[in-house]
Structure formats: C-alpha cells, structure tokens
C-alpha cells in the first residue's frame, strides 16, 4: 500500500468517493458540477488543505481530505479531517490508520498542529470506534450551523 498526496489526475476518484460517502453516511446525492468544483478547489489550491489517497496495485482504495484552521490561543493550526472514505471491498484493512498517521507525519514535517479533529456522524458507531482505537476522543464542543448554500 502507498499513502500519497492527492493529485490532478484523482479527481475523478475523489469525486466518486466524496459521492459515495454522502449518500452512504446521510442518504444525500451531491451535484457531480459543484462537487467536482470543490474538489478541484482545494487541489488547486494547497494553502487550503490536501487530500491524500491510500493506492493498492495502483488503485484508489481510500482518501481523506486535511484542510487547515488557525488557532490564535494555540498559535497553531488544526488539522480537520474530512471527506474520509475507504471502498467497500477494503474497508476493515487498515487503511484508515496508514491514512491517519500519514496526516500526522505530514503535520510534524509542517512544524506541528493544535490537534487533529474530524466530525462523524452520530451513529456512525463503527467509524467511532475506529478513530478512538487510534487515540482519538470525543471532543466536549458541539457543533451548530447555519447552512447558507
């Protein structure tokens, strides 16, 4: 397995993923044009943030995306992950754990980070446990939003 950054050419496999993993967590089809738009968008511009692919063979098995938040109490960023998806067929492989610690590697070679944090879906039990085997923890803020789009 190669853990690499995403590039160009796995755009259309980003799409994909990020389709399949919204109507598999929340049941929602996402518009291909803007979808493939945000993707390119944060591909196009790395300031943002990255993806980063787990290859088999050559492959897309799995991605995630890390975007970047500024932290003025910590002086630092926090490292987001989103968009996690490994197919099907792959899953329960250790994927997401070689994924994980390729986001960690990638903060230490950048100076470091206030933390990493993700959100997940309520009863998304077995992405939960997932993450807390790696050392996660349920964080003690809630999320609120105001959807403008």
């Known amino acids: ?3 690499r950054i995403g590039q160009h050419a ?27 738009r945000g993707v390119e968008g944060l591909l196009n ?5 990255v993806y980063l692919v787990a290859e088999v063979d050559g492959e897309i098995t799995g991605s995630l995306m890390v975007t970047y938040e500024w932290s003025d109490w910590r002086a ?7 968009s996690v998806y490994i197919r ?16 960690k590697d990638l903060a230490a070679e950048n100076g470091g980070t206030a933390s990493f944090r ?8 077995i992405a939960q446990k997932t993450y807390e085997s790696l ?9 609120y939003e105001e959807n403008t789009k």
């Open 88 to 103: 099907p067929q792959n899953r329960r492989q250790g994927i997401y754990a070689k994924l994980y610690q390729a986001v």
């Open 118 to 125: 993700l959100y997940v879906e309520h009863d998304n039990e």
């Open 1 to 3: 397995m190669t853990i």
């Open 45 to 49: 511009h790395p300031e943002r943030g």
């Open 135 to 143: 050392g996660m923890q349920q964080s003690h803020y809630l999320m």
């Open 10 to 36: 796995d755009l259309q496999a980003l799409v994909q993923f990020n389709q399949a993993m919204a109507m598999e967590t929340e049941n929602l089809s996402l518009d291909t044009e803007q979808l493939t």
């Open 76 to 82: 630092s960023n926090y490292y987001w992950i989103q």
